[in-house]
């Protein structure tokens, strides 16, 4: 459904079962799976879809195998078997990551773990062979009943340096093991989304539409404010349930309500995004997980012909504002150098940076390694007696168990409500993983076909599905209508593609378009000759005024520059 027919059907009937406040992949994860229970639903957020939180991942699809040292099993297992999920339902934007740990000494870390496991501990240590080996048994232990990924394995200095030949010579041993990597996490958020409306008319999706505050109503029912900020409307609605999943801003998104909370401790983590041939070369297509010299874990990963260094792990007081600070970018780019010592990184590799707060919850522990990234939720309500709303506020959580906590959510939902649950999500693929060919002939096939389609050679066709998987037919269709002309300013994509992300995606701002349904911005391609082009495109979509352009393309070129570390386009 798009945006006037949303906004016309909400101010014709504002009843509402439930209203989730922010649209990262936990509060998508409760809409699709709510609009599959019939729930008329509304999600919404005060910017684009998946432009919080969710947005700053490092890209991983994993179990987390160093909570386990921190005895936190219960989520280990969860985030396994999620990751697995992932891996099969989502195949287009969640692949199988080859993992290296390189091991510099065998028993360091021995006494130091069962301290960490207890939180009697809370300095960083180097972890030996020995305790990487025990971690790396229990890992695959938990993924025994339904395996996608191998087994773990362990090689010595000879079999590693020739594997990994700008590998420090220095290394003992290297740990390969598996889990998931998320291509475009703000893809992924899109699609989830996405198949939330297609379950119908009673599931609906706003960005750009923050929440203003909650009062009482003419027979005592709880009515929420909203400022449609496109169309500058006001929207005032009745839900039976809100479930807040604003992430960071949990606290403040409850304060705003009515209901003031403090369940929000967030953590920031920042990445480096690198044009590094040499570095690219030497990963041999797998993500290094290592200790830097300080005890800190961190990763460098190959992202499709970019790699991405990080992460942070600080304590964070402005959420709006967290951004990759110098000292950050100082610390990633010699980090690298603990693995691949001969590789130089240079300031002038950095191609974009991000940043983003963690919403755990608020915590008295000493680090923010301590911490649980384990999933809860807040409960509390407004109004009273049979018309009292409840409000669910979703604390900490992980884009890789986000299924797993929606349909948690959505059950004390249903129950409150005394709805029936009709379907479950375990098997449900997202988006353009739906219909997935299966082997190599069925998807050469698929490709084929796509080719037809649009009328454009296989290349071509291979790259729209690598993109959007079988929802590349939709993309099909139009280039078929409209033709292939291509972007003068980045070759890769095309005028008609960019319409289509627009028109079919609901991105209302040029930076929700470059940002998060593209990767363009993210590899560093945002110049200013595509913020002009793509601003034609969308302005022609949008009916933006000339003056409405210039503008947008300002904003959007100054929030590269600001936010994202990207060179200047200003």
Known sequence: MDRKAILKALEADPELEVLVIGAGINGAGVFRDLARQGLRVLLVDRGDFCSGASAASSHMAHGGIRYLENGEFRLVAEAVAERNRLLVNAPHLVRPLPTIIPIFRF??????????????????????????????????????????????????????????????????????????????????????????????????????????????????????????????????????????????????????????????????????????????????????????????????????????????????????????TEEEIDYFVHLAARVFPDIPVRREDIVFTFSGVRPLPRSKAKNAGQVSRDHSVGAGSLGAGEEAVQVLSLVGGKWTTFRAFAEQVSDRVLAHLSRPRREGTAALPIGGGAAWPQGEAAASAFIEGLAREARVDE???????????????????????????????????????????????????????????????????????????????????????????????????????????????V
């Not at 319409?499 to 609901?506: I, P, Q, R, Y």
């Not at 378009?513 to 969308?538: C, F, H, N, S």
């Open 459 to 569: 290349k071509r066709a291979g790259e729209l599905f690598a993109r959007y998987g079988t929802r590349a037919s939709l993309v099909a269709a139009r280039l078929a209508r409209e033709g292939d002309e291509r972007l003068v300013s980045a070759p890769d994509w095309s005028r008609s593609e960019l319409s289509f992300l627009v028109e079919a995606e609901k991105a209302l701002r040029l930076d929700d378009l470059l940002l998060r349904r593209t990767t363009v911005a993210w590899r560093g391609l945002a110049t200013a000759d595509l913020l002009a082009e793509a601003g034609v495109i969308m302005g022609g979509i949008l009916g933006w005024s000339g003056d409405d352009r210039e503008a947008e393309v300002l904003r959007v070129a100054r929030l590269m520059t600001a936010r994202h570390g990207a060179p200047s386009t």
């Open 107 to 324: 028993l360091s870390g021995l006494l130091n773990a069962p301290f960490k496991f207890l939180g009697l501990l809370d300095r960083p240590s180097e972890r030996g062979a020995f305790v990487i080996k025990v971690g790396l048994i229990l890992y695959d232990a938990l993924t025994r009943g339904r395996r996608v990924v191998p087994k773990h394995r362990f090689e010595g200095r000879k079999a590693s340096l020739a594997r990994f030949p700008a590998l420090n010579p220095s290394v003992a041993w290297t740990a390969a093991y598996y889990d998931g990597q998320l291509l475009s996490p703000e893809r992924l958020n899109i699609e989830v989304i996405l198949d939330g409306e297609a379950e119908g008319g009673h599931a609906m999706a706003l960005n750009h539409c923050p929440v203003e505050g909650a009062g009482s109503g003419a027979g005592g029912r709880v009515e929420v404010r909203l400022r449609d900020l496109i169309g500058g409307r006001d929207l005032v609605l009745r839900p039976r349930a809100i479930v807040n999943a604003a992430g960071p801003w949990i606290d403040l998104v409850n304060s705003g309500l009515g209901l003031p909370s403090a369940l929000i401790g967030g953590t920031k983590g920042s990445h480096l995004v690198l044009d590094n041939p040499a570095l690219l070369a030497a990963t041999g297509g797998c993500e290094f997980f290592f200790e830097n010299a300080d005890g800190r874990i961190v990763l460098v990963q190959p992202w499709f012909d970019r790699v991405l260094v990080g992460t942070s792990d600080l304590p964070c007081e402005d959420y709006d504002r967290a951004i990759c």
